[in-house]
């Protein structure tokens, strides 16, 4: 069966150090991965997306990796700040190519600690 | 911009009754979702819509579940009778155009409990 895995466990690291998230999926070809950002009593919010080609993304201190092969995608957090503290979801169309439909994993919570 | 706009915030009703949530997206979007999420499923899609067409509905759990979209500015997600496993929080979300790539947007959500 198809499925999203992303460590169920909070994350608790220092402030200034990179936070690491992982999202591993089985039984999926996706075309894209998304990462959404979302704080507690609010919808998330979307920050990144790569496709199947690109193998990494940028976005000030946000780095996105994609391995199709491994079937995985790291998410990085450089300098972290307390402000970075949310809960973070990875998301991949099951449908390839096909429309907006995304699955979102259930997500990673993590905390900068000052 | 507004942003997507979602009413009411919170909703507590009990067992039985009829629940109707609602959804402005934003404006120009052409694309609506709506979300159910729980900490032990997660977010998980329920309809989407485009050009206020029900293009896929297979996540409506159960025929107690009913989603319109009577024209590009407004959408509802009704339950009908509720459960309380119908407890979550409900989320609309809209996109500006259908390309796979575009992303989504998000409301504020609709907590509901069923008592």
């Known amino acids: 069966s198809q499925k999203i895995e992303q460590n169920s466990e909070a994350l608790n690291i220092q402030e200034g150090k990179t936070a690491t998230l992982t999202c591993n999926y089985t039984?999926?070809?996706?075309?894209?991965l998304q990462w959404y950002r979302q704080d507690p009593g609010r919808g998330p919010v979307f920050l990144l997306l790569i496709r199947e080609n690109e193998k990494e993304k940028r976005k000030e201190r946000l780095k996105v990796t994609f391995d199709t092969t491994l079937k995985q995608s790291l998410f990085h957090i450089t300098a972290s700040q307390p402000a970075d503290s949310a809960t973070y979801l990875c998301a991949l169309d099951p449908t390839k190519g096909g429309y907006q439909k995304v699955t979102f994993g259930t997500g990673t919570k993590l905390q900068v600690i000052p | 911009d507004a942003g997507v706009i979602q009413s009411p915030r919170h909703e507590v009703t009990e067992m039985g009754q009829e629940v109707t949530l609602r959804c402005k997206p934003i404006?120009?979007?052409?694309?609506l979702f709506w979300y159910r999420q729980t900490m032990m499923r997660g977010l998980e899609l329920l309809i989407y819509f485009n050009n206020n067409v029900p293009i896929d509905d297979s996540g409506m759990p159960e025929d107690r579940f009913s989603a319109k979209m009577p024209n590009a500015s407004f959408s509802t997600l009704k339950i009908q009778p509720s459960e309380p496993r119908d407890s979550a929080v409900y989320f609309c979300a809209s996109s500006p155009r259908t390309s796979a790539f575009d992303t989504q947007y998000f409301g504020p959500g609709t907590r509901l409990t069923v008592l």
């Open positions: 039984n999926y070809s996706p075309a894209y």
């Open positions: 404006s120009g979007h052409n694309s």
